[in-house]
């Protein structure tokens, strides 16, 4: 493991980098993909800042979303606001429920490998279940899923700061693989098709079976490039500490709409940098 990592990461980062600095013309949502019924992926989470999607989500426990730490590393995640319900971005649904979050769990997150790119975020208050908005459920510790399984990709996801934001949620078969994957992720291709995530879709859910397996990670020679898959951080490998906060914070709904939470404790990922620009988020 140790030499697919050293043979894996230093490509990386460069390819990253490149693709958010304008590449090739990409396209404008999950590439290939098909709008989602509204409300068929009612655990599905839109990562805001002003007004604006940059991520996906998944709610995992009624106060609780997970996502990809690239999404929020260098942020002040007192700017993100949490959005449930969604379906047209554009519209402005009644289905909705907007969270601010509380506090933010990272597990070693490292920006150079994108190894352990999973957040939880504490939201300020529980979520109102109901059709449109329901927790997603999560493999076991170290149940993941082998070569050939059929799983869906979804999300707002997009590049380019020209291009109209995204609007209806898409959704993509994918087939899970193991070449050019390294063991903490779930990769997928999308078989004798160029389709894949592509930014924005970042911290969205990989459901399989009917359980979230992956959060989108990162992609290699760009969005549905039909050789390199799509990297997912594999939820099963992180599922003990996922519950262990669940468990530790579930009951804890703290003082609700406060903007300066003092409590906020060690584990959370404080502004120590400027945002950066290497991370699959549009570039705007
Ligand atoms: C996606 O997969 C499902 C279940 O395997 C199948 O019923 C559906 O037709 C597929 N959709 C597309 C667009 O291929």
């Given at each position: 493991m140790t030499q697919s990592c050293r043979r894996f990461s230093p490509a990386l980062a460069p390819i990253l980098l490149a693709l958010l600095l304008g590449g090739p013309a990409l396209a404008s949502e999950i590439v290939g993909g098909r709008a989602a019924r509204p409300?068929?992926?009612?655990?599905?989470?839109?990562?805001?800042r002003r007004g604006g999607h940059f991520c996906g989500a998944t709610l995992i426990a009624r106060n609780f979303v997970l996502s990809a730490?690239?999404?929020?590393?260098g942020l002040n995640f007192r700017s993100v606001r949490v959005v449930l319900g969604a379906h047209n971005l554009r519209r402005q649904e009644r289905t909705r429920q907007m969270f601010r979050v509380r506090r933010v769990f990272e597990n070693g997150f490292d920006p150079l490998s994108l190894q352990n790119d999973v957040v939880v975020l504490q939201l300020n208050r529980m979520a109102t279940l109901n059709a449109?908005?329901?927790?997603?459920?999560?493999?076991?510790?170290d149940q993941g899923v082998g070569e050939g399984v059929r799983c869906v990709a979804m999300g707002w996801g997009r590049l380019g700061?020209?291009?109209?934001?995204?609007?209806?949620?898409q959704q993509l078969n994918v087939t899970v693989v193991t070449g050019l994957c390294r063991p903490t992720n779930v990769c997928t291709l999308v078989p004798r098709r160029r389709a894949g995530i592509c930014f924005g879709d970042s911290?969205?859910?990989l459901v399989c079976n009917?359980?979230?397996?992956?959060?989108?990670?990162?992609i290699r020679g760009g969005c549905g490039s039909g050789v390199f898959p799509d990297s997912f951080a594999s939820v099963a490998k992180f599922a003990n500490w996922i519950?262990?906060?669940?468990?530790?914070?579930?009951?804890?709904?703290?003082p609700s709409l406060h903007p300066r939470d003092p409590t906020v404790k060690s584990e959370a990922l404080s502004r120590k940098q400027p945002a950066r620009s290497w991370g699959p988020r549009p570039a705007s």
């Open positions: 409300h068929a992926w009612p655990f599905i989470a839109s990562l805001q730490a690239h999404c929020l590393n449109n908005v329901q927790v997603a459920r999560l493999p076991a510790q700061t020209n291009r109209p934001p995204p609007q209806i949620l911290g969205g859910p009917g359980l979230v397996h992956g959060i989108d990670s990162f519950n262990s906060i669940i468990r530790r914070y579930s009951d804890d709904d703290g």
